[in-house]
């Protein structure tokens, strides 16, 4: 079975705090892509970062990273630097080439940055 | 400006009264797909599609059609609405590379749905 998990519903944080937001995926396969995705109190949905299976390269944006660890099946998400303005529901995403680009979402990590 | 559109963003329907939500996106891409948000059970996938005329259920697609008769437009419609399907919709589009991977998404803005 294909599944995403988000075990982090809430976190808060105060302003300028480092937070990190764990996605644990669970597969067989071993072609997939996984992503991030943020939901702004506005209700949108953007795309952050996209990452396939083959490449375990660690990615920095800016305050963002990304950790991807096929050994414990984890694409972990750091924010450096909190601001307010990364307050926003978070989702962890895993998709299948190869299956008709099915995608499976995480419940969502929502983050409160304090100012 | 690249953008997937949705309308209407709130609709207020009473049980029964078919209703159609429209979605278009001016990228030229293959993959479109429906989602619908609830509390605590993050994105479902209602249907997708793959191109012109191919359509294919997700995970929950009970209640729902679509159809891909244009590249550009994917309208979800539920024939006869019931208060479980009050929700927030997502329509996305994806252009697919080569093997048919997905670039990722773009989500239009979103439809808040109440059926009462």
């Known amino acids: 079975a294909q599944k995403v998990t988000q075990a982090q519903t809430e976190i808060s944080v105060v302003e300028k705090e480092d937070v990190t937001l764990d996605c644990v995926y669970e597969t067989r396969d071993t072609t997939y892509y996984l992503f991030w995705y943020k939901q702004p109190p506005s209700g949108e949905l953007v795309f952050l970062i996209r990452?396939?299976?083959?490449?375990?390269q660690n990615e920095i944006s800016g305050r963002y990273s990304w950790n991807f660890q096929k050994s414990t099946s984890s694409f972990n998400f750091t924010i450096t630097a909190s601001q307010v303005v990364d307050s926003a529901v978070y989702f962890c995403a895993l998709s299948f080439p190869n299956t008709g680009n099915q995608f499976y979402f995480g419940t969502g990590t929502s983050l409160t940055v304090i100012p | 400006e690249a953008q997937v559109t949705q309308n209407p963003r709130y609709l207020i329907t009473v049980t029964g009264k078919k209703l159609t939500v429209t979605c278009s996106q001016n990228m030229n891409h293959e993959y479109m797909s429906w989602y619908r948000q609830d509390p605590g059970l993050g994105l479902r996938q209602i249907y997708y599609s793959m191109n012109v005329e191919v359509t294919d259920k997700g995970d929950v697609p009970e209640g729902y059609k679509v159809s891909r008769k244009e590249k550009r437009n994917f309208p979800l419609i539920l024939e006869s609405p019931s208060p479980n399907q009050t929700s927030l919709y997502f329509c996305a589009s994806s252009s697919l590379g080569g093997l048919g991977l997905n670039y990722g998404y773009t989500f239009g803005s979103g439809t808040r749905l109440t059926v009462v």
């Open positions: 990452r396939n299976s083959f490449d375990e």
